[in-house]
Structure formats: C-alpha cells, structure tokens
C-alpha cells in the first residue's frame, strides 16, 4: 500500500473512532428521562393510625435504628442520618428523610427517602498563591487528606423501605394498645 493511502486510511480510522466516541457519549441518556412518576412506589406507604400517632413512630423508627436525627424548623419532617466506616478510608452514609400525612380517616401516609455517599480519604494537594494582578505566582505547598465523597444515590431498593414501613406500622401499633393496656391495668 502506497504511503500516501495508508496515511489516509489511518486518519479515516482514528475519524471512525472519534465519531464512534462521540455518539456513544451523547447517547446517553440524563437519570431524569426514566422518571416515570407512578402513584404507587416505594417512597409512599399508608399506615394504620392518627398523624400524631404515625409521625411519633417514624421518630421512634429513626431513634432505635441509630440515626441522629437532624433538627429542622419543619417538625412535619424528620431528617436522620447514619455513619458506618466500611475501611480505614472509607464511610459510608444512610440519609433518610420522612415526613408524615394525616390522612383524616383513621391512616396517615408516610413519605420516605433515602440516600446512600460513599466517602474516602483522598490526598488533595495544595498550593499557596502570592502577587497582584497578573503577577501573581502560585506555589504547590503540600498535600492533605480530606474525606470527600465518591458517589451518592438514592437508595430506590423497595425492601429497604418495606422493612422502614414495617417497623413504623409496629410502633404505630403498640402506641394504639397502649391506651387499653392502661384500661386494663386499672
């Protein structure tokens, strides 16, 4: 094959895979596009019992699970997060939020979400900057660890969440009988 023809066919390849490359990364498709916004999914569930009585049990169901539940000036929601260091450089968060809605007719509706960081211990280098205006010279000056998170998602497993309803309906429950348990003991 003539020179000149080989250069030609690999500039036509690298173009090939160039145009290749490029088509792949547009392809893909924002998380935003699969929203399907159903009425019934993991995130809602209907329990038995006043809002009182439910919102109650969802703050008990973050407590005994050993969330630390953050103070918000919304009291309809509650904010609890759960640290757990996997290795000597990484840990791992449980974000879930829930908030409760007195239905009127005996049940109230919970909506819970819940994310999952990953964060590991990470060198990042550091520099130092000295001048005025465009005379200004920048210097590396070591490097330090930090924790800085590598990935965060919401948690859409829907027996994550069923075993979440599950322990608040329990609470939920007991607080019911608690009332005829004090009936009985007078």
Known sequence: MAPENRAWLQLSVCSLAAVVLLAGCASKKPAYSDEAFKPDTQFSRRIEG???????????????????LERSSDAVILTGA???????????????????????DGTSTVFASASHEVSKVQNVKQSVSAGVGIATVTVPAGSEKVLRPISRATIKDAAFYQRFYALVQSFAEQEKRAPDQEKRAR
């Open 82 to 104: 759960k640290d757990v260091q996997t290795a000597d450089d990484t840990n791992e968060t449980l974000r879930l939020q829930a908030t409760c809605v007195d239905n009127r």
């Open 50 to 68: 006043s809002g009182e009585v439910v919102c109650w049990s969802v703050k008990r169901a973050f407590l005994t699970q050993g969330y630390m």
